[in-house]
């Protein structure tokens, strides 16, 4: 019989992809709170309308996964968090304290096609202010990404963070005469320009009306670098982000503009400086989502990043954080079925200090166990054998030296703390 496999772009997560992932959210949750962020989540299954609201055809209709509950309801695997939290907001936003300033990791569905960097299934982390409206408020939520780069070794020259300005799109858009009932239109044609070729975006770019000289005037206006120089939004962003040295991480990009649909203002990527793995984040400003969900009205500006794209970068970089899949500290070995029990009762002391002990549960050939420890990354071995019970000692082997030591039973403890370099658990 053959093993059932994994839904198609889902991933196993075995203890070592574990502790990436728990690795990953330390670093986020440090990054956020350093911040003042404050830890949410919504539920991973929200009604089909939600999205409806604003994040974009290609996200509701071709990548959510919906279905219908047992009742006949339309449900959706949430393919993104913008929504729900927009909707968190609105049902309280009398009683938030403001500026809301929420983050949060958790898992996400889009049915895409499973390459490198795209799964179906992902990991987000989430961060959000709401309530503020000014481009201090952007740089805000741009600073905490290229700090938590600089947290985790992703220099400038590995990453770099794309900036534009979708009120900018829209003024350079009126100045070439093209001036859309819908702009949001004109902002999909722009976000899929580099993901198409030429001619099928020429094709694109007729469709939604524009005529030969409106495209080629939008291929000019993809190359001006300058233009945010005349646009305050974007020169106070990139003054703050200067002033909070963090510049270097930083471009403008006229060619960014996302692709949902919500966003109305500042807007920003981040990829790998190659430009050969897909974004490894995106966010921006998005003024009126709260109200399109039934909210009062409020400004707000967030990103997300996803797991997958990172740990990419990571590898390539070569920083792959080297990560423990065993947390244990100590090993205590069994001797023979006559010391069983006092192995058993050093490991509940050694946990009762504090530390993280493994116990050997069968009397195998000491060598064996030792290198199960060495194998497993556990520093240190406290053993009790018959000759250690008559004398009231332990046997401390400390496998990262190969030094072995025989101290009295009441210095055990103490001993595996200097050992290990840690203060004692409170
Ligand atoms: P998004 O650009 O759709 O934005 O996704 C953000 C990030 O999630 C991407 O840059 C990517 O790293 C990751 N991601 C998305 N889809 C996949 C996938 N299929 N496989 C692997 N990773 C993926 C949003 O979701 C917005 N809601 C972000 C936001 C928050 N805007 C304001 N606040």
Redesign the pocket.
């Known amino acids: 019989m053959s093993v059932i496999q994994t839904v198609k772009g889902t991933r196993d997560f075995y203890p070592t992809e574990m502790a990436f992932r728990t690795w990953l959210y330390s670093r986020i949750r440090a990054a956020s709170e350093a911040f003042g962020y404050q830890e949410m989540d919504a539920p991973f299954l929200e009604p089909f309308e939600l999205y409806a609201a604003k994040s974009g055809e290609e996200?509701v209709k071709e990548q959510a996964f919906v279905f219908p509950d047992r009742g006949g309801e339309l449900l959706t695997l949430r393919?993104?968090?913008?929504p729900s939290?927009a909707r968190m907001v609105a049902m309280r936003a009398a009683s938030l304290p403001r500026p809301i300033r929420w983050w949060s990791f958790g898992p996400?569905w889009?049915y895409?096609r499973p390459q490198r960097?795209?799964?179906?299934e992902?990991f987000?982390w989430?961060?959000?202010m709401i309530g503020i409206t000014s481009a201090a408020a952007d740089a805000e939520l741009a600073a905490i990404a290229a700090t938590f780069f600089q947290s985790i070794g992703l220099q400038p020259e590995q990453v770099q963070i794309r900036v534009n300005n979708r009120e900018l799109v829209e003024q350079r858009l009126e100045s070439i005469g093209i001036r859309a009932a819908d702009p949001t239109l004109i902002f999909r044609l722009l976000d899929r320009r580099e993901r198409l070729s030429d001619s099928k975006w020429f094709q694109e770019a007729e469709a939604v009306g524009l005529d030969e000289a409106q495209i080629s005037g939008i291929d000019a206006l993809l190359k001006d670098v300058e233009a945010w120089r005349q646009f305050d939004p974007l020169r106070i962003f990139f003054e703050m982000i200067d002033s909070m040295e963090l510049g270097a991480y930083f471009l403008y990009d006229p060619t960014i503009v996302?692709?949902?649909d919500y966003?109305t203002g500042t807007v920003f990527?981040?990829r790998d400086a190659g430009g050969e793995l897909?974004?490894?984040?995106?966010?921006?400003r998005?003024d009126s989502l709260i109200a399109d969900v039934g909210g009062q009205s409020l400004p707000?500006?967030?990103?997300?990043?996803?797991?997958?794209?990172?740990g990419l970068l990571l590898e390539r970089a070569g920083i792959y954080p080297e990560l423990r899949a065993n947390p244990s500290e100590v090993l205590v070995p069994s001797f023979d079925d006559d010391t069983i029990s006092a192995s058993l009762r050093l490991s509940r002391e050694l946990r009762d200090a504090g530390f993280k002990v493994e116990w050997y549960p069968t009397p195998d050939r000491l060598g064996k166990q030792f290198k199960y420890a060495d194998g497993q990354g556990i520093p240190l071995v406290a053993l009790i054998g018959p000759e250690e019970l008559t004398q009231e000692q332990v046997t401390i082997k400390d496998l990262r030296t190969g030094e072995q030591l025989s101290v009295p039973r009441r210095e055990v403890a103490e001993t595996l703390r200097e050992r290990l370099g840690t203060q004692p658990a409170s």
């Open positions: 996200l393919p993104e968090l913008t939290l996400f889009r895409e960097g795209r799964t179906r992902f987000q989430n961060i959000d996302r692709g949902l966003y990527e981040a897909r974004a490894l984040l995106g966010g921006g998005y707000a500006v967030g990103f997300a990043m996803g797991d997958v794209v990172l």
